[in-house]
């Protein structure tokens, strides 16, 4: 026997070995699969306010560890109060640049779920929740809100003001800031339409001539 028929001879038999293998070792459809490790695979599911047996206290929601800050929320040194708020805003500057895209795309997004329910779309103070009897807020276009800085803006979605409820667990830190571009991005194409209307040539009554 040459070698190039030994050597058919050994695949053949290397293929009839591999096919019996792999029907000796097909899964039995029939019959579930042995579980190693089932407490890993099931393991026990606790809602966030059930009681927990886990735990001395039988609470599910933990704390937080002390001295330890969550990703994204940084301690801010200021007080929920309208004088830290003017403090901030002389002392807290946008680290975003209104000329990133994708910073107000974001902003915007965030726009669209915390702040239009009340603001409106155009945050104008029309959304649909102040259309349904809720106090309206006041309009981030009027004088006022053109004037505030954006540290005191920052302030006001940290810890809340009036009737609007504080943000800083919902929204991060640098998420507050691109809401905030987005909202100065609001109010330049509000102060753009104003100008343009201003500019417009008086309108001239066409009187019709007499006869």
């Known amino acids: 026997m040459n070698s190039r028929v030994a050597l058919n001879v050994c695949l053949l038999i290397a293929f009839v070995v591999s096919v019996v293998l792999n029907w000796v070792g097909a899964p039995n459809t029939s019959r579930p699969n042995v579980e190693y490790m089932p407490n890993m695979a099931h393991s026990a599911r606790f809602a966030a306010f059930s009681p927990n047996p886990n735990f001395r206290d039988g609470k599910t929601l933990r704390e937080p560890v002390p001295g330890t800050i969550p990703r994204g929320f940084h301690p801010l040194s200021y007080q929920s109060t309208s004088q830290d708020a003017i403090r901030a805003g002389e002392k807290l500057r946008n680290p975003l640049s209104i000329t990133d895209a994708r910073a107000l795309d974001r902003g915007a997004s965030i726009f669209a779920n915390f702040c239009q329910p009340c603001h409106g779309s155009a945050g104008t103070g029309n959304g649909p929740i102040a259309m349904r009897g809720f106090p309206a807020p006041p309009s981030l276009l009027a004088d006022h809100a053109l004037k505030m800085k954006d540290g005191q803006m920052f302030h006001i979605l940290t810890y809340g003001q009036n009737n ?23 109010q330049d194409q509000a102060t753009g339409a104003r100008q343009g209307i201003a500019a417009l040539p008086p309108a001239v009554s066409q009187i019709p001539s007499t006869p």
């Open 164 to 186: 609007m409820p504080p943000y800083r667990t919902q929204i991060s830190s640098e998420d507050r800031w691109k809401v905030i571009l987005y909202v100065r991005s609001l």
